[in-house]
């Protein structure tokens, strides 16, 4: 298992979707909003995301072929996640 939560994905047209599920929480949570985006500009991406001043929160620890991600949290506290493109995400995972 890779995630801490249960999910499921869906790939609409070229839009990668991600749903977690989990309890609520007592604190500050948030929404994730996943993008795939080429490895290429991903140091172009994460310097425009720390020059923006938002807060960086830790990534999880990453088996080998996937991706890296920057998660940070923006104001209207809404999780964002970059995904290398290069990684086709076209399944659903039925066990959700």
Known sequence: MFSI???KYFL???QWIAIMEGESLAERTYNQV???IDDGEFDI???R????ELEIMNS???VKGEGRSIYFMITTVIYLNYTPA???IDWLDTAL
Request: glycine share 0%; no cysteine.
């Open 5 to 7: 939560s249960r999910e």
């Open 12 to 14: 609409i047209n070229d």
């Open 34 to 36: 996943a993008f795939k």
């Open 45 to 47: 991406h994460e310097a």
């Open 49 to 52: 995301i720390r020059a923006s």
């Open 60 to 62: 999880r620890p990453r």
């Open 86 to 88: 290069h990684l086709r």
